[in-house]
Nanobody, 114 residues
Framework: QVQLVESGGGTVQPGGSLRLSCAAS????????VSWYRQAPGKEREWVAR???????TYADSVKARFTISRDNAKNTVQLQMNSLKPEDTAVYYC????????WGQGTQVTVSS
């Protein structure tokens, strides 16, 4: 079955960096679009970034030029490099794929605070 496991979250000061990872299994990873979403307390889940099977990437305006999404098809992983972090980036970050339906990981907490 489809499984997505996020890791790499933590607490960082404003201006700092974190690198999230999503490990995938149970499906053909190399031909699947993978996305990152986030959900802050009291807010709806929002899309952050997406990487296609051809490595084409797209980003939400709020993270463009600060976040970089990448994939390693040999390891079935997707990374989200987050630089210049701001307090408003604080959220639970989720990995997502669509295979007949949406699949989500359990999420990893990112807290940006001084």
């Amino acid at each position: 079955q489809v499984q997505l496991v996020e890791s790499g979250g933590g607490t960082v000061q404003p201006g700092g960096s974190l690198r999230l990872s999503c490990a995938a299994s149970g499906f053909t990873f190399s031909n699947t679009v993978v996305s990152w979403y986030r959900q802050a307390p009291g807010k709806e889940r929002e899309w952050v970034a997406r990487i296609a099977s051809d490595y084409y990437t797209t980003y939400a305006d709020s993270v463009k030029a600060r976040f970089t999404i990448s994939r390693d098809n040999a390891k079935n992983t997707v990374q989200l490099q987050m630089n210049s972090l701001k307090p408003e980036d604080t959220a639970v970050y989720y990995c997502q794929v669509f295979r007949t339906r949406d699949y989500w990981g359990q999420g990893t907490q990112v807290t940006v605070s001084s």
